[in-house]
């Protein structure tokens, strides 16, 4: 949702808040600002600067502002209570100005605090939860920062992960967190002892340093230059011992493309073998971090799959994997559904969260859910130390690095690759997929890198197919069996990188009702590759062709005939139907990339999203 950075030591303060804003910036875009504890003259002071709009706005008006300090805090917002204005934009400040702090997640109960607050004499600026935060402080101050920060905290209903600052100790930053994702950095070579960060994701602070300690929840740091202190929930002081980030600098960079969702897409070749690799011993699939016995795992008699967005495409895609390779049924629910739906879980069943961030509220609240009706769990992660992968019995990281593209693309086909990974594993645990199966699915894995690469060198070709959508207000996507997930995918690409609204369905479906919505400004986009049901795919796209639909489909090598139904397109190299996915995916990507770019429209933040949702 919202990002947050924090910084104590010798650099230049403006730079290194700033630089982790932008990098945090694919967390929320509508407003942002930072504090600095400005120390010119030995006479602390809290200097805030806030800006409505992208993060650009916020350079803008600190280009010229000489920043003297070394203690500060700073947050890109993405509204949840209160609109976007520069009121609302973090930090929020104590009425004297003594204290500054920026917050992600909601406050339940903000209300009631306001109304007791203001009670008090307390006046409000804003219209957000989280200025009752920094109100409370001010009235519960004990003269230390971290100690009042403990105080306070079982007053707060909901999540957060906040970080404040206080002109009365300008050597300390305080920070805790429920919920919201926060790490802590450590000064690293030559500035350890000298410097530390926080952050809401690694991305902010990897510039400075792999070394990093991720919190947990209800707990509460105090960190110096040369110091970090936690303290746990029942306020004992514990130790941490830092993870160090795998994740290179270049991850967060855009390395010559012009977003980073083209760069995310060019990065799954390396990504698919990336999640792979360690993964595939001979004919075998070995996950080390699934921490459960050979028995549980024999008696796993159904699958439940819980996530949200293109994380529940992946997990649509899982459906038809497990159940034809293991014949164990599977449900797929949307993670905000499934905990409302009283849902029918049994100790023998197997719960699979997939999760990008890990971060994901209703998806996290799923696998509480299904830990409470006593279910064994495994996350598909792939940002480490994240809520999820910490809560699930054993979790397989998805190998994608950090993704900043706020629409999903390399995760969605590390997390298939998962999938496939997982059902190796579970096939030979329970004994359900000959040794000859395992040999034939692995020998098509470790083909799907190279053809991914094909299918990147068809991207201008691709590009120039994206006139199917001038002037085109909606759209609808076709797959069939394991493709539909396909067509689901595709289509939320769509829309929400263009903007062009688009629906999807197993093409047989079309005839009963969204056959009527094809015309001239709703194209039809087909998934046609060679399949089981090719023929009855093949039906369909006749019929949107005798209404005078206008079609683009994606096709095998070599189908001449498609191209005398439909007037566009894709080619695709032959494999498997079962790991076909993988292969027309990366096209529907390039496709949504191009039509989003060719109305020019920023693609790498698209209107009111937040690439983590931390709240429900
Ligand atoms: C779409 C997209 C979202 C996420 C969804 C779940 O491109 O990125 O739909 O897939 O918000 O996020 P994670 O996977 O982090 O749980």
């Not at 028995?295 to 967005?309: D, T």
């Not at 639909?549 to 005398?564: Q, R, Y």
């Not at 790991?579 to 039509?595: D, E, G």
Request: hydrophobic share 40%; glycine share 8%.
């Amino acid at each position: 949702m919202c990002g947050i950075i924090g910084y104590i030591g010798d650099r230049s303060l403006k730079e290194v808040l700033y630089n982790g804003l932008v990098k945090l910036e694919y967390r929320g875009y509508d407003s942002a600002g930072i504090s600095v504890l400005s120390s010119e003259q030995n006479d602390n002071k809290i200097a805030t600067f806030k800006a409505t709009g992208k993060l650009h706005h916020l350079g803008e008006k600190i280009k010229n502002e000489k920043i003297i300090g070394h203690l500060g805090i700073g947050h890109t917002r993405w509204a949840t209570h209160g609109v976007p204005s520069t009121v609302n934009s973090h930090p929020h400040n104590s009425s004297d100005n003594s204290i500054s702090i920026v917050h992600n997640g909601i406050i339940e109960n903000h209300a009631e605090l306001r109304a007791s607050l203001t009670q008090k004499g307390y006046k409000f600026l804003s219209a957000t939860d989280t200025e009752v935060i920094v109100h409370l402080l001010d009235d519960n101050y004990t003269g230390d920062l971290a100690e009042t920060l403990r105080k306070i905290l079982p007053l707060l209903e909901g999540t957060y992960a906040l970080a404040c600052i206080s002109v009365k100790e300008p050597d300390v930053l305080v920070c805790a967190r429920k919920g919201s994702p926060l790490v802590v950095g450590l000064g690293k070579g030559e500035n350890e002892n000298k410097e530390n960060f926080i952050a809401s994701d690694v991305s902010a602070i990897l510039e400075y340093t792999d070394q990093v300690i991720f919190l947990d929840d209800n707990e509460v740091v105090a960190i110096k230059k040369d110091q970090v202190k936690v303290w746990d929930e029942n306020h004992n002081l514990k130790t941490i011992a830092p993870t160090t980030i795998e994740w290179t600098l270049e991850t967060a960079e855009k390395g010559g493309y012009a977003h980073f969702t083209l760069k995310e897409i060019h990065e799954q070749p390396k990504v698919i073998s990336d999640t792979l690799k360690g993964k595939i011993k001979g004919n075998s699939a070995v996950i080390d971090e699934i921490n459960l016995s050979q028995e549980e795992l024999e008696n796993i008699s159904k699958i439940h799959i819980v996530a949200c967005g293109t994380s529940y495409h992946a997990g649509l895609t899982g459906k038809y994997i497990i159940e034809s390779e293991l014949r164990i049924p599977v449900e797929v629910d949307v993670a905000s559904e499934f905990r409302y739906n009283n849902p029918i879980i049994s100790s023998t069943d197997l719960v699979i969260l997939i999760s990008q961030s890990g971060e994901t509220a209703d998806t996290l609240a799923g696998l509480r859910e299904a830990k409470k009706a006593g279910a064994k769990t495994i996350g598909i992660i792939n940002v480490m130390g994240s809520n999820i992968s910490r809560e699930a019995d054993g979790t397989i990281y998805t190998n994608a690095g950090l993704e900043v593209g706020v629409a999903s693309t390399k995760a969605f086909t590390a997390q298939l690759i998962a999938l496939y990974i997982l059902t190796l594993f579970l096939g030979e645990k329970k004994a359900s997929i000959s040794e000859e199966r395992r040999a034939y699915m692995i020998e098509n894995l470790q083909k799907l890198p190279k053809m991914a690469e094909e299918i990147l060198k068809m991207e201008s070709t691709i590009a120039e197919k994206v006139s199917i959508f001038d002037g085109a207000i909606s759209s609808i996507f076709i797959g069939r069996n394991i493709n539909t997930a396909i067509a689901c995918e595709g289509s939320l690409k769509l829309k929400e990188i263009s903007y062009i609204h688009a629906e999807a369905y197993p093409s047989g479906e079309l005839k009963h009702g969204s056959l009527a919505l094809i015309s001239d400004v709703c194209p039809l986009v087909a998934i046609a590759t060679k399949s089981s049901t090719y023929d009855k795919v093949k039906s369909n796209i006749e019929e949107v062709k005798a209404r005078g639909g206008k079609i683009i489909t994606l096709a095998t090598v070599g189908d001449k005939e498609i191209a005398n139904i439909s007037g566009e397109v894709i080619y695709v190299p032959e494999i498997d139907e079962l790991f076909s996915p993988i292969v027309n995916v990366i096209p529907m990507q390039i496709l949504a990339y191009y039509t989003a770019t060719s109305r020019d429209l920023d693609v790498d933040k698209p209107r009111n999203l937040a690439k983590s949702v931390t709240v429900e």
